[in-house]
Structure formats: structure tokens, C-alpha cells
């Protein structure tokens, strides 16, 4: 089945405290992105990457960092979290512009 | 800079009666709009999209008119159905590359039985 594939769906941390939300997709897309959704504010996006190597900032990119190593993997990193991040983060993955979706990973940073 | 704005947080119908969902975006020098649906703890599907060389398209229930002169798409739902309850997002493209997308704050639609 095709899919994009998160984990954690659910983590709770706590401010300072280094994370990485795993993504990992199975059709082969080349492009991969990171958004977060927040009430009010909609679906922005963190992070994307074109292919293996080539990552670049989206629109909310301050506390996060991504790597491309190989074409099904597009983690997020959270240096050091804190209580701003509290968000739930959606990664994605497309070979045009209708975009696959996880399910989500709700992060609490307390 | 590509601006969306759906103006409309949520927007309730009975079963049954047409839904109207709204958005207005700034910059028109793309080739699509779509719109995408979520479910809660899904995440978004894709769910319709138009291109800019046409002013509908569509799909079963799902039809989205594109008003390029007046910077709007709408998409309507006919007749709409209890499962139909969801956020919808409309979302254009950004410019930056050839996937990126801009989505506007959503609309929650309430279809009543």
C-alpha cells in the first residue's frame, strides 16, 4: 500500500530536550516536505527537499532541521524544543502537485 | 508571495443542501488550485484540483470553479453528506518550486443529518 509513514503520532517532551520525528515514504517520490497545523493558522510549511541531498526552508523553518540521506527518509529535528513548537506536524511526500500525507505526530513541548 | 485566504472558519449545511466553500489567493501566474480534505487524526488527502485554462472541473459530488479574474475558487459539494464533515483546505502554489504550496487556514464544513 502506499503510503507515508510518521512516527511518533503522539510525543510528549520537554523544553531543551533534542527529538527527531521519523518520515518515511514507499512510492518513490522525490520530493518530501514538512508542515505543521496549528489552530488559526492553517497548514505551513517547515522544510522540503526536490531529492536525496537538496533540502531547503519553507516558511516557518526557525527551530527545525531536516536531512535527505536517502530518498525515502525525511526526518525532522528539534535541536532543542521548546513550548512554541506545540504543534501537530504532517509530513509529506508527491511526484506533482497533489501531495500524500501522514497521519500526523501531535508534539507537546512542555 | 503567495497569499490564500479562506475566509470562512466553519460553515454548517444540512444533509442533503448544496456546500459552498471560499478562497481567495494573491498571486495567479500558476497552472492549478486544489483543494484538500482532513479528516481529524488523518492527515489531508488530496481531494480535487482545476486547472488555470479551465473555470470547473468536476467530480461526482465535488465541482471547483476557478474565477481567475477575481482571484477565486470555490468548491461545491452536491448534495452534501454527513461524511463530508471535514476541514478543507484550498491550496496554490508558491512559486518557490514546482510542489510548493501555499493552503489557506481551512474551512470546517458540519453537514447536519
Known amino acids: 500500500e502506499a503510503q507515508v509513514t510518521q512516527n511518533p503520532r503522539y510525543l510528549i517532551t520537554v523544553t531543551g530536550k533534542k527529538l527527531t520525528v521519523t518520515c518515511s515514504q514507499n512510492?518513490?517520490?522525490?520530493?518530501m516536505s514538512w508542515y505543521r497545523q496549528d489552530p488559526g493558522l492553517g497548514l505551513r510549511q517547515i522544510y522540503y527537499s526536490m531529492n536525496v541531498e537538496v533540502t531547503d526552508k519553507g516558511d516557518v523553518p526557525e527551530g527545525y532541521k531536516v536531512s535527505r540521506k536517502e530518498k525515502r527518509n525525511f526526518p525532522l529535528i528539534l535541536e532543542s524544543p521548546s513550548p512554541n513548537q506545540t504543534s501537530l506536524y504532517f509530513c509529506?511526500?508527491?511526484?506533482?502537485?497533489?501531495?500524500?500525507f501522514g497521519s500526523g505526530t501531535q508534539l507537546s513541548v512542555l | 508571495d503567495q497569499q490564500v485566504k479562506q475566509n470562512s472558519p466553519s460553515l454548517s449545511v444540512q444533509e442533503g443542501r448544496i456546500s459552498i466553500l471560499n478562497c481567495d489567493y494573491t498571486n495567479s501566474m500558476f497552472d492549478y488550485f486544489l483543494w484538500y480534505k482532513k479528516y481529524p487524526a488523518e492527515g489531508p488527502t488530496f481531494l480535487i484540483s482545476?486547472?488555470?485554462?479551465?473555470d470547473k472541473n468536476e467530480d461526482g459530488r465535488f465541482t471547483v470553479f476557478l474565477n481567475k479574474s477575481a482571484k477565486h475558487l470555490s468548491l461545491h459539494i452536491v448534495p452534501s453528506q454527513p461524511g463530508d464533515s471535514a476541514v478543507y483546505f484550498c491550496a496554490v502554489p508558491s512559486g518557490a518550486g514546482s510542489y510548493q504550496l501555499t493552503f489557506g487556514k481551512g474551512t470546517k464544513l458540519s453537514v447536519i443529518p
Open positions: 512510492m518513490n517520490h522525490e520530493y
Open positions: 509529506a511526500s508527491s511526484y506533482n502537485e497533489k501531495l500524500f
Open positions: 482545476i486547472s488555470s485554462i479551465k
